[in-house]
């Protein structure tokens, strides 16, 4: 179980929270963005083998959709894309 | 019976004796003694037959590295296939080992040593084909399985003697072990003010302190453990635990504990779940054994345990002992065996020569160097070891009962593995070591090699230390040899014949790895899932590295390339009870209650789950009805007099801010914000995937003040929508979502005389259908309690939805039930609602929505706004609709034969036929409106097909019916307008 | 290929064993085949094996990064079943029973395959109905699921003491899936991997594919490994988990996200439950080993994680909601645990294809893909040396995302 920094509440248990899913582009303007496009940011998320962007949702606690790095091969909490852990 | 007990010294308590039975037979042995100490004293030499080949067994370990003897514990100890090493005795304790019949002298099952050699490793890959696996599960299935099962209680039964508990700890440092390093560890720790949790598997503290006789600062070891110890419970810092077993290193520091023996006698086990701040593993190692002919008999034993037998419990295994070596830590055994008694006849010495540090050791003991022993003499216990030199020169046999053995050690590397750090080979010691840690933690002394007391004591203080910031302590003197090693990995001297094991437990032998191996089994993964090595209850904690060492040997490779197979948890089993703690269902998942629940309970209401863990009711059977008859009942009531049921588990959120109308208009298909307050609407919501999410009712309270209701069983899935979209699409939007459903409950009154039951009740509110018409809603009072009524409606009738606070509800129900009763009202349970919804055609999310289908195959196309250029999902139901897939559109189903009920969830396939199924039943109920069966199905372009007649195909027949449209009463709405 | 019988097994042990031929070659890696197969799992070693055999493409080589059989086909809960929902999914599960059934005389290799029924507790009444929804679609493709009561559960599984009437969640009733069995992991790996290198594959161990490599004309031309590059027109990527990190080396991106599915075992007793228990309201399966353990599955993490792990609070979860039911296990003891990958798509189904780069293949998005190693080995073998795809798994290409036309067999109702 991992210990997630949320902004408000500090470290907290992995099980306070429901996780969110990877961070994925800003929702493309649905008029504008052609089939493969939408279909593409709908349902293709980054995967990588590294740090991804992610978000969790403190849902047994403030409440707080939060966003934080970690690394998929450790389950380190990170900086950033180029801060493995 | 022999008594093999010492006259004094041990750490045994002789005033306190204690009975046991073993195998049915009786013994006496002392507290602190464990099963295996006991049996060793009471000279019970054959405790075990091993798992394949039924061989004779007895104890080989003095820890949870124990391979041979498993015994199964009986009644009030109850439990299955314990180490007898690890099993503390108690009075009245009563044992069996396990996997023989009836007993280990006795075993039946030993027929199976004659097959031996038909039977390598992997036999049955090859064989047990014809004429079908299944011919010879069975009695495979009865011969494996090491002990019985537990005893089932019967359903609901209370619970057994004692419970289990889980429970968090926090730490700044967990030291695991409490040996000379972890006590040191600990101590500094300590000192320095941290939080400190010390855990160690053994029953006392000390490590290996307590196996041997060392000496700390010029007094005997055992006495500065007790001084540590003391000053440890002194510090209100320090958790300090025994028989405390850490037995998983999972992410970010988090471990568990499984302490044994819990203070609280009620309490069986407890689960420690620590997360610490950093980790100090104090682990310890662990000795393994040597390789050679027949080396798993009874009396081979390791070393170090022999050692653990004389020092600890003051034992003798044996009364004339052969050691067998290729280190110098047996030395040291030896002579505390020749001290306590035990002729020690030889010490054989694969070493050439044998380093002058250990022969300082033998004190006087003839020592055979360069020399292996090739064979053990005796079958069910050791009568004598045959020695020769490792060319196979001047071969003799030396009478004995004890044939003590030592690989070398083993640093107890398992949960700094089970942490993900990487292990590395280390030729001057011959074992695996730690290298990089992946996480807070340091190991130290045994555990990372440091084999000598000395350091094992500087490494413990040494890393506390670094960790606290503190100043390294004097460290105290102590006694102590040095290690070195010459690694042996198996005896081939020309004379060893025989089985030579390397796991004792699965009955693995260096021909199984060699067979392994030629088979082209070559990795180590390999080799453990081919040969079955390492993976008994002990996880090859003595044999797992002469596995490797076998097959670098046979390959011709470096160790380090074989490399080790995974660790994983568990370090030692743990009981799942201890794992689940108190934990029950009933206390982690309590059922949700409305304040009516236990009205319904009176009334005999069938209740069940309604999803997100509410309870309703599902009819009110009554006098000796039939179920149908009962549904039949509480639908007549709703649509010719009147019914009421509880609505109050549905989901409900207040939203309020100046965006609050635009943001119902992103999420819900259909345009909300043009509402004036007071008027409602009923919605769907959708995922950004285009599938439905939910139905339900948005109602605007005010200007900038909503209240949204959802389904039941989907009311945190909405919750989580709404707030994801406001936080992290649209945080610059003035909405705030706040949780209402349990400070609204609600009451449904429904059905032609509802006008009636609310005239009865008395309301100051205007219900006439032109001041309170069909979706909308006003604030008053209800029988004298402050109310919201809305104009909903689910079943299709008149109905009036009353709002109020949780602490009046069950007084507006029996109120209700009151001002009703002239009217005939009846409580209306959740099957009688489901006959409603599908006579009006009303959509259920559990039945219509599947995943595939939305809005327009429901035939709800002017749900979905045209106004709005935007809302989740649009874009992608309009894209999916421009796919060729063929939809599968909601029908209605009238059965040819009116008495006809169609089971749900049947196919439609072309005349019925054993073909691809064109639609699916989603509903089929008895309607009292029309007098027969009526059903609602998904139908492959089901909106032109109407009038058609469709085939429903069941197992050995077909129902024809024909399309219409998915309205059986009332479908132009009038009536729930009226 | 050396015969596999009680007779050779007589005949080895008069020499003591030691004339047993290797199961497979260790082949020198040549610089091209004809299709290259990345990954020994069980779907990769299933592919190769039905290439040479029902193809006659022989000129296969499997690259396995780690050793052969390591992949997810060596940590599963080796449950086979065929209880689906969708007209799209039953026949394809259907048939890979069927396979599994006849694996071990086939291959000369018992897999112990012991299709000894699931039987499904249930205990809400709308999980009963989502399963009973299944019935009769199911009975279209011969598949087997009847609807038992409360007392012929307990009679079938006497160990079930728990879910009582007074129970958070009692027992309702149950559905009974004769054609479900379970049998060896390891022994399907290594019986495929036998049978393809006896008909000419080639297995190379310790190979790992670090690149794909494109040709200028898009088409996919080969794999780059430390050993150098291996040319082939033609390379199936069968590498559960990873499949990303692979095909994005091409710049292929595929609707895959990787997380971590794990399992556990109990120490081994003496036969106590004979069929395969499956508990969906309460999250959690297990079947008894022919060596005693329990094997038991429980609900995924849903995180993104490439890391083979436990979660504690998943795992506690899935640990108490097995003591509800089964109370008698609170003394029964863990013996191991492990987790491992699978990647999963937007609507929980497989993905078999050729991708928009020509040439490479996928079999990904398996999800529970244990049962259907035979099926898709066979399906995707097809569509390698047809060009078109198998029709039962062409509701299972990378088209149908093109229009969101999912294949949704996740249930229609959840009850917690």
């Known amino acids: 179980m991992m210990l997630i920094p949320c902004p408000f509440c500090g470290h907290r248990n992995e099980s306070e929270f429901a996780y969110g899913g990877p961070v994925k582009p800003d929702r493309p303007d649905p008029h504008a963005a052609s089939d493969e496009d939408w279909v593409d940011w709908l349902t293709t998320v980054p995967n990588p083998l590294g740090p991804v962007e992610e978000r969790w949702w403190h849902v047994k606690g403030c409440g707080t959709w939060l966003t934080i790095w970690r690394d998929t091969r450790t389950h380190c909490v990170v900086e950033g894309s180029g801060d493995a852990g | 019976m022999r008594d093999r007990r010492l006259a004094s010294g041990g750490r045994i308590d002789r005033s306190r004796p204690l009975a046991f039975r073993f195998n049915g037979k009786g013994y006496r042995g002392f507290s602190g003694d464990t099963l295996a100490s006991a049996l060793l004293a009471s000279n019970v030499r054959l405790t075990a037959r091993s798992f394949k080949y039924h061989r004779p067994r007895g104890i080989v370990g003095s820890g949870p590295e124990e391979p041979a003897t498993l015994v199964e514990l009986e009644g009030c100890h109850a439990s299955a296939n314990r180490a007898a090493t690890t099993v503390r005795l108690e009075d009245g304790m009563a044992a069996r080992s396990v996997n023989c019949w009836p007993s280990p002298g006795l075993d039946l099952g030993a027929v199976s040593q004659l097959f031996a050699g038909l039977i390598p490793a992997g036999f049955y890959y090859k064989t047990f084909k014809w004429p079908g696996w299944r011919l010879y599960e069975p009695a495979i299935r009865r011969a494996a399985g090491l002990a019985g099962a537990p005893d089932a209680p019967p359903p609901d039964a209370p619970p057994p003697d004692g419970h289990f508990e889980a429970v968090h700890a926090h730490a700044d440092v967990l030291v695991v072990g409490a040996g000379p390093a972890g006590l040191m560890a600990a101590l500094v720790a300590g000192r320095a003010g941290r939080r400190v949790f010390l855990a160690d598997e053994r029953t006392e503290a000390g490590g290996s302190l307590l196996d041997r006789r060392m000496e700390i600062a010029g007094r005997p070891a055992l006495e500065w453990v007790a001084e540590s110890v003391a000053e440890l419970t002194s510090m209100p810092n320090v958790t300090h635990l025994q028989d405390a077993c850490v037995w998983a290193y999972r992410e970010h520091n988090f471990l568990m504990v499984n302490e044994r023996s819990p203070a609280n006698p009620s309490m069986l086990e407890r689960n420690w779940r620590v997360r610490a701040g950093k980790v100090i593993l104090a682990t310890g190692a662990i000795e393994r054994g040597l390789v050679f002919p027949d080396n798993d008999r009874p009396g081979v034993m390791l070393a170090s345990a022999a050692q653990a037998y004389v020092n600890r419990f003051a034992v003798k295994p044996g009364e004339r002992a052969v050691v067998f070596a290729n280190n110098d830590s047996a030395y040291a055994a030896a002579a505390d065996l020749l001290a306590s008694g035990v002729d020690v006849a030889a010490i054989v010495d694969s070493r050439d020569p044998v380093p002058d540090s250990a022969r300082d050791l033998a004190g006087g003991i003839p020592v055979k160097g360069g020399s292996v022993v090739i064979g053990v003499r005796g079958r069910r216990s050791v009568k004598g070891a045959a020695v020769s030199k490792r060319d196979g020169q001047g071969a003799s046999t030396i009478d004995c009962d004890l044939l003590l053995h030592s690989g070398g050690w083993s640093p107890a590397v398992h949960l700094f593995s089970q942490s993900r750090g990487s292990l590395r080979y280390d030729e001057s010691l011959a074992t695996f070591v730690p290298d990089e840690a992946a996480q807070a933690c340091v190991s130290v002394g045994g555990a990372s090699g440091e084999l000598s007391l000395a350091s094992a004591l500087r490494t413990g203080a040494e890393a506390a230390a670094m960790i606290t910031g503190t100043e390294m302590p004097d460290l105290p003197t102590t006694t102590g040899e040095s290690y070195a090693i010459t690694p042996l990995w198996r005896v081939d001297a020309p004379g060893a014949k025989g089985r030579a094991f390397l796991d004792i437990q699965n009955d693995v032998t260096v021909d199984d790895v060699h067979l392994a191996l030629r088979e082209g089994y070559e990795n180590v993964e390999h080799v453990k899932r081919y040969t079955t090595g390492g993976m008994g209850l002990d996880q090859g904690k003595t044999g797992n590295i002469n596995i490797i060492g076998t097959i670098a040997l046979q390959k011709g490779v470096p160790l380090q390339d074989v490399g080790t197979t995974t660790f994983r948890p568990p370090y030692s089993p743990v009981s799942f009870g201890a794992i689940g703690g108190i934990r029950e269902e009933s206390v982690v998942l309590p059922y949700r209650h409305t304040p009516v629940t236990q009205w319904n309970l009176d009334r005999g209401a069938f209740m069940y789950e309604a999803g997100a863990r509410w309870r309703r009711p599902g009819y009110f059977l009554r006098g000796d009805e039939t179920f149908q008859e009962t549904v039949n009942r509480e639908c007549r009531a709703v649509r010719e007099c009147v019914g009421v049921y509880d609505g109050s588990p549905l989901g409900k959120f207040e939203l309020k801010g100046r965006d609050a109308g635009r943001f119902l208009d992103h999420v819900y298909t259909n345009l909300m914000s043009t509402l004036k307050p007071g008027q409602c609407r009923y919605g769907l919501m959708l995922t950004e995937d285009g599938l439905i999410l939910d139905d339900g009712v948005a109602m605007r309270l005010g200007e900038h003040r909503w209240l949204v209701s959802t389904s039941t069983a989907h009311a945190d899935a909405v919750h989580g929508h709404m707030e994801e979209l406001l936080q992290t699409q649209f945080p610059d939007w003035s909405v705030h979502v706040t949780t209402v459903t349990s400070q609204w409950n609600n009451a449904t009154v429904c059905g032609p005389r509802a006008r009636e039951v609310m005239a009865a009740l008395g309301t100051d509110i205007d219900l006439s259908p032109e001041e309170l018409p069909f979706m909308r809603f006003a604030d008053g009072h209800v029988a004298g309690l402050p109310a919201r009524v809305v104009r909903v409606s689910f079943t299709g009738e008149l109905s009036f939805e009353i709002n109020v606070a949780p602490r009046h509800m069950r007084d507006l129900w029996e109120w209700i039930m009151e001002a009703g009763a002239p009217s005939g009202i009846e409580p209306v349970g959740s099957e009688a609602s489901h006959v409603l919804r599908v006579e009006k055609g009303f959509l259920s999310l559990g039945h219509e929505v599947d995943g595939t289908v939305d809005a327009h195959d429901l035939g709800m196309s002017w749900i979905m706004s045209k106004r709005k250029a935007d809302y989740v999902g649009k874009r992608s139901v309009e894209l999916r609709r421009r796919g060729k897939a063929v939809r599968r559109e909601l029908v209605g189903l009238l059965p040819a034969d009116p008495n006809d009920q169609i089971p749900e969830g049947a196919p439609l396939t072309p005349g019925g036929e054993k073909r691809p199924s064109e639609g699916l039943v989603t509903a089929c109920v008895w309607s009292v409106v029309l007098d027969r069966w009526v059903a609602l199905a998904l139908l492959e372009n089901g909106k032109s097909r109407h009038g058609e007649t469709v085939h429903v195909r069941l197992k050995n027949a077909t129902v024809a019916a024909t399309v219409g449209e998915p309205v059986f009463h009332d479908p132009d709405g009038l009536r729930m307008r009226s | ?416």
């Open chain 3, 1 to 416: 290929m050396q015969n596999y019988s009680i007779v050779s097994l007589l005949r080895h042990a008069i020499n003591g064993h030691a004339t047993w031929a290797p199961a497979w070659r260790s082949p020198p890696l040549r610089e091209s085949y004809d299709v290259v197969v990345i990954g020994a799992g069980g779907h990769g070693l299933a592919t190769a094996y039905y290439l040479a055999k029902e193809f006659g493409i022989t000129d296969v080589a499997v690259l396995e990064r780690g050793w052969l059989g390591g992949g997810n086909v060596a940590r599963n809960t080796v449950t086979v079943r065929s209880n689906y929902m969708r007209d799209a999914s039953i026949p394809f599960y259907v048939k890979s029973v069927a396979l599994y059934e006849g694996l071990s005389d086939e291959l000369n290799f018992n897999l112990m395959h012991s299709k000894r029924t699931m039987i499904d507790v249930v205990q809400t009444f709308p999980k009963m109905r989502e399963l009973r929804r299944r019935q009769l679609t199911m009975d279209i493709y011969g598949s087997t699921y009847e609807r038992i009561s409360t007392e012929e559960v307990r009679r079938r599984i006497p160990a079930l003491t728990g879910g009582g009437p007074g129970a958070r969640l009692p027992v309702i009733g149950g559905m009974v899936h004769t054609d479900a069995g379970v049998n060896r992991h390891d022994a399907v790996a290594w019986a495929y991997a036998r049978g393809a290198d006896a008909r000419g594959v080639e297995l190379h161990q310790q190979t790992p594919v670090t690149k794909l490599l494109r040709g200028g004309d898009g088409a996919v031309k080969g794999v780059e490994t430390p050993r150098g590059i291996v040319r082939a027109r033609k390379v199936a990527v069968a590498v559960s988990g990873h499949t990303t990190t692979l095909t994005e080396t091409v710049g292929l991106r595929l609707p895959l996200r990787t997380m971590n599915l794990t399992a556990f075992v109990s120490e081994p007793v003496k036969p106590l439950v004979d069929v395969v228990v499956n508990c969906p309201d309460s999250g959690f399966y297990f079947s008894q080993s022919d060596k005693g353990e329990m094997v038991i599955g429980g609900a995924p993490d849903m995180g993104q994680s490439f890391r083979r792990d436990v979660k504690q609070h998943v795992f506690e979860d899935t640990v108490t909601a097995m003591l509800s039911l089964f109370p008698s296990f609170k003394k029964l003891k863990l013996l191991r645990q492990w987790g491992g990958h699978v990647d999963i798509t937007p609507d929980a189904s497989p993905i078999m294809d050729e991708t928009d780069v020509p040439g490479l293949f996928v079999t990904a998005g398996w999800w529970g893909g244990y049962k259907a190693i035979p099926a898709g080995g066979l399906t995707l073998a097809h569509l390698i040396a047809k060009g078109e795809p198998h029709p039962l798994m062409a509701p299972f290409t990378l088209n149908r995302f093109r229009h969101l036309d999912y294949v949704m067999e996740s249930g229609t109702t959840t009850a917690r």
